[in-house]
């Protein structure tokens, strides 16, 4: 199972799990440069792994998130297998600082 954790007010709070067998979750990413990239992470069983996509388009409806990339350009930021983790900062869409997330596979 993967756990996604925010670093919020001095602690690591749960953000969200994903399970084997479950679609991939996403978050958007906007760097300080304009450019915009799309964060996804799942849980493949054996291991879990982020990634990033440069290229494609998404749309938010209500709580989902569609996804194209027809190209399947990604670049892989973490493979986790038990006990591992991968820190990383994300810029949401209109957010003006950048978060802190924690991605445990457990």
């Not at 069983?45 to 399947?72: C, H, K, M, T």
Request: hydrophobic share 35%; charged share 30%.
């Amino acid at each position: 199972m993967l756990v996604v954790e925010r670093f919020k007010n001095g602690a690591w709070e749960e953000a969200g799990r994903r399970l084997a067998g479950e679609g991939p979750g996403s978050m958007s990413d906007n760097g300080d440069d304009g450019s915009r990239h799309l964060v996804l992470f799942e849980c493949k069983g054996e291991y879990s792994r982020v990634y990033r996509l440069a290229i494609g388009l998404d749309q938010q409806i209500g709580g989902n998130r569609l996804i194209s990339n027809p190209d399947d350009i990604s670049q892989e930021l973490a493979r986790l297998r038990v006990g591992e983790e991968f820190t990383i900062s994300i810029r949401h869409d209109g957010a003006p600082n950048a978060r802190t997330y924690r991605f445990r596979e457990i």
